[in-house]
Nanobody
Framework: QVQLVESGGGLAQPGGSLRLSCAASGSIDSIYEMGWYRQAPGKQRELVARITRVGGTYFADAEKGRVTIWRDNAKNTVYLQLNSLKPEDTAVYYC??????WGQGTQVTVSS
């Protein structure tokens, strides 16, 4: 089974940007949908954005206009660009495909 490894998290200032990467151990070309989710302390995991294998995208209402998702099937990687970061974006960000398990997550902390 394809395994996922997230990276790119860290500490960012409000208004800043981060690019997260989700690298797969195998081909993601046949995985219909790849998504990014996040879980803040004390809250349930929630969808941030997802993308289909042909490039169709969906964004959670709170993220529209601030995030971009894309996939590079040749590199077996899915990306999430976070812009105009807010403190409430602080969470562990996870990647998951429609036929994969969860990755281990990458911490994003937004603070001045």
């Amino acid at each position: 089974q394809v395994q996922l490894v997230e990276s790119g998290g860290g500490l960012a200032q409000p208004g800043g940007s981060l690019r997260l990467s989700c690298a797969a151990s195998g081909s993601i070309d046949s995985i219909y949908e790849m998504g990014w989710y996040r879980q803040a302390p004390g809250k349930q995991r929630e969808l941030v954005a997802r993308i289909t294998r042909v490039g169709g995208t969906y964004f959670a209402d709170a993220e529209k206009g601030r995030v971009t998702i894309w996939r590079d099937n040749a590199k077996n990687t899915v990306y999430l660009q976070l812009n105009s970061l807010k403190p409430e974006d602080t969470a562990v960000y996870y990647c998951k495909g429609s036929t994969t398990d969860w990755g281990q997550g990458t911490q994003v902390t937004v603070s001045s």
